[in-house]
């Protein structure tokens, strides 16, 4: 069938200049906020960014996780500056090891990644208190408000801050360019406004103040950015309320920015009161959409890669023009010195998180591992940092058949960005946890701009098929040509000897069909493909992807484009960046970084700007598009090349991992523990007594001279985990069905201990399909060592 949207006339400019919002004099890239976009240097601004808490990540991995994150397509790093791990200890403000928060900070600088710093004082987190250290706590005073006793400490931290950010500002070219006060605090815009001005005294700075908006937000007028969020799936939830229709609801297209479920267990729902912020005066930006979600004891969510990147696609389809992740990247909680700091019923906050593990199913896990949500994303990022500037300043205009309600699962759910010239179609016929169906015989009627002139496309009706989402062009200027449509998701362009190749990536189930304008074309070369003409148009069907299906069209301006499709697969592994000298295409399964600093970060010093290949396997290999002139080597060994279409594929030799790693049952678990439950009536971790008492004990044994980069891989089933080292406590777990990682670099030599509890039968605890069964049995049937290799790969 034909869906149908008309789009109407374009909008008039929006209003600018209009917000308190300045950039500092004279920079030469100054930021600015319209209605409806940002804009940076005068061109409109796309901006990804990803949370990473410092305080949370070993920092002597700090430098290669944040070319990692760059890597992933974010532009921005977002960190909550977690005072009760800074100042546990009241007057000893801790900036050393890995809270050096300037270190940080100047690292992201020298990599070119814009810092927002979250500075709270109240940054929830999943942290003790919120972040609020005990001692303030203690004081007769009222926290989150003006309360002079509860200004004065923060009047303190808000100067240490500022201090340890002194010259790092937009003003001194440093990487500030946005500064987040508080968080989830909904009914007290004075207290908003007070934090903001004490920041600035304080000597803090930037152009974008902002603070979360959701929940029905009062916010102090146009006196801070509100930025929204959205999560696939949430563990601040009751553990027998099934899916949120709160989570449900950002799998639909619509031009409704808030969530009024996040932090509502902090909450009630409708507690706000606010007027939303107007759409007419602040652009559509977010902070937290969730790159993954944390599990709490007793609700402990399971998010795949397709819900964090359908949800993703389908804000930018809404009208998003900032889109920011909670969390990009996992980490640990620092053990305290005084107390845990999770967040726990221990402390009158409504969940039981783990003391330790935040890694938050995140798309760059605890330890830095890849996950398939990290390919996802930066499919998208690429083609936000290519046309970015095109798809900010488009409107959402949604079709004339809606879906009925949220439970509505028949209705296709599409939008278009458009400008009234050329635009952008979205589809998403995915959500987690209840598949939709496959919608045959689609084709789509898109009258872009209000004239009454229709693009009809694709020429053939296709199936969209259960759980695709995609982005599609529509009328899309490139290098002197005019692609009309493609049945195709736009990646990214590269220049390659005297031509520009557009990189799209086919979706699984559809073939993909390029519509070119033909005026603007002088030769076709489709080798395997069909070319036809049809109503001033050149029709390009059959298209097989992969690696060589490239369509070369020579201009009627006498320029050269290439129309590179990819297949889905293929495309995952697309990365973008400069190495040797120029822009480059990498394809790569596992993960790449550039590094243009010549620093050479983890793995050494002096490499120049070319690659660092991280891989589990044994023999990786990478594709390249430019082939860098002469050959490559590393580690001193050249690499063999070879033919892969027309890129050039590199295979590296390098060692495989440590392997298994024997498991010793020291003591079968005993009766599992009897549920008990704290705070709103939820579950509540068990005490530490049942550990030793009843709780499965295994023994594994850490060899001397575990390479960097290594990790104990245990495939295990039970409740709760913990393992110790040295009587020590070094890592933990919730279950939830995943594999339980433990970084080797904090293990020592010897013995590890592994205490594994068995889940109670009538715990009131949510865990995934199947996991819910396995959790009543505490074993551990699998362990191996895994490790990433590290190769750098230069030139000559």
């Known amino acids: 069938m034909n869906h149908r949207l008309r789009a109407g006339a374009p909008l008039p400019p929006p209003p600018s200049g209009h917000l308190p919002f300045t950039d500092a004099p004279g920079v030469p890239d100054p930021v600015e906020v319209t209605g409806r976009w940002f804009t940076r240097g005068g061109r409109p601004w796309f901006p990804v960014s990803g949370e990473f808490h410092y305080s949370r990540m070993d920092s002597g991995s700090w430098e290669e996780e944040l070319l990692k994150t760059k890597a992933g397509g974010v532009t921005a790093v977002a960190s909550y500056v977690i005072w009760i791990h800074h100042e546990e200890v009241e007057g000893r403000v801790r900036f050393d090891g890995d809270r050096d928060l300037r270190r940080f900070a100047e690292l992201c600088a020298r990599h070119g990644l814009d810092f927002v710093p979250r500075i709270g004082p109240w940054c929830h987190a999943e942290v003790r208190n919120g972040g609020l250290p005990d001692w303030l706590l203690a004081r007769d005073c009222v926290p989150r408000t003006d309360d002079p006793g509860y200004l004065e400490p923060v009047r303190a931290w808000f100067a240490a801050i500022a201090e340890q950010l002194r010259g790092l500002d937009r003003a001194h070219g440093g990487p500030v360019v946005a500064v987040q006060i508080e968080n989830e605090l909904y009914d007290q815009p004075g207290h908003l406004l007070t934090l903001k001005r004490t920041a600035q005294d304080a000597g803090l700075s930037a152009p974008l103040w902002t603070s979360t908006a959701w929940g029905g937000v009062q916010l102090p007028a146009d006196e801070l950015l509100p930025l929204y969020g959205g999560y696939p799936e949430t563990f601040w939830t009751e553990w027998d309320g099934g899916w949120p229709d709160t989570c449900r609801k950002h799998f639909f297209f619509t031009d409704q920015r808030d969530d009024e479920g996040i932090g509502a267990d902090l909450r009630p729902l409708t507690a706000g009161g606010g007027e939303p912020a107007p759409t007419d005066r602040f652009p559509w930006a977010t902070c937290e959409l969730g790159g993954g979600m944390a599990v709490a004891y007793h609700r402990r969510p399971r998010v795949e890669a397709a819900d964090v990147a359908a949800l993703g696609l389908t804000k930018i389809g809404c009208g998003s023009v900032w889109q920011g992740y909670y969390m990009f990247h996992g980490g640990t909680n620092p053990p305290g ?137 529509l009328r899309l200027e490139v290098g002197g040509l005019r692609l009309e449509w493609a049945s195709a998701q736009p990646v990214c362009t590269v220049q390659d000897h005297g031509r520009t190749v557009l990189v799209l990536a086919a979706t699984d189930g559809i073939t993909p069909e390029l519509a070119l304008e033909a005026a603007t074309v002088s030769t076709v070369d489709a080798p395997g493909a069909q070319v036809g003409h049809a109503d001033g148009r050149i029709l390009v069907t059959g298209v097989r992807p992969g690696t060589d299906a490239l369509v070369e069209v020579g201009t009627a ?213 199947r996991a819910d069964r396995e959790a009543r049995t505490a074993a551990i049937t699998g362990a191996e060592w895994v490790t990433t290799h590290t190769w750098t790969v230069r030139t000559g």
């Open 337 to 473: 010195e005084l107390t845990g700091l999770q967040e726990s019923h221990a402390t009158g906050y409504p969940n039981d998180l783990p003391r330790l593990t935040y890694d938050f199913q995140a798309p760059l896990g605890e330890f830095g591992q890849y996950r398939p949500s990290y390919h996802e994303l930066r499919l998208q990022h690429l083609m936000l940092a290519e046309f970015g500037h095109r798809i900010a300043p488009m409107r959402s205009v949604l079709p004339e058949r809606l879906p009925s309600g949220q439970h509505d699962r028949d209705t296709l759910r599409w939008a278009v960005r458009c400008d009234g010239g050329s635009g952008f179609l979205f589809v998403n016929n995915h959500q987690p946890h209840e598949p939709l169906p496959e919608h045959p015989e689609t084709r789509f009627a898109v009258e872009l701009g209000g004239d009454g002139t229709e693009l009809e496309f694709p020429s053939a009706a296709v199936t969209v098929p259960s759980g695709a989402y995609f982005c599609w062009p």
């Open 557 to 769: 301006d006498g320029g050269r484009v290439g129309l590179l499709v990819l297949d889905a697969t293929t495309a995952r592994g697309v990365y973008k960046g400069r190495a040797w000298g120029a822009d480059r295409l990498v394809l790569c399964a596992d993960g790449i970084v550039f590094d243009e600093s010549g620093n050479g970060s983890s793995v050494g010093s002096g490499n120049g700007s070319g690659i660092r290949v991280h891989s589990t396997v044994a023999r990786p290999s990478f594709a390249v598009l430019p082939a860098p002139e002469g050959d490559l080597s590393a580690e001193g060994t050249a690499v063999a090349r070879t033919a892969d279409g027309v890129f050039t594929r590199y295979t590296l030799e390098g060692a495989a991992s440590p392997g298994a790693a024997p498991v010793t049952r020291v003591r079968p678990a005993g009766p599992p523990p009897v549920p008990v439950t704290g705070v709103q009536g939820r579950a509540s971790v068990p005490e530490d007594r049942h550990f030793e008492a009843v709780a499965a004990e295994f023994r594994v044994e850490v060899p001397e001279g575990l390479p960097a980069g290594t990790l104990l891989r245990l495939t295990w089933t039970g409740d709760v985990g913990r393992a110790y080292a040295g009587g020590h406590l070094v890592a933990d777990q919730f279950y939830s069905g995943r594999v339980w990682d433990i970084g080797a670099d904090r293990l020592p030599a010897g013995e590890l201990r592994l205490l594994v509890l068995p889940l109670h039968p009538d715990a009131p605890v949510h865990l995934p399909e």
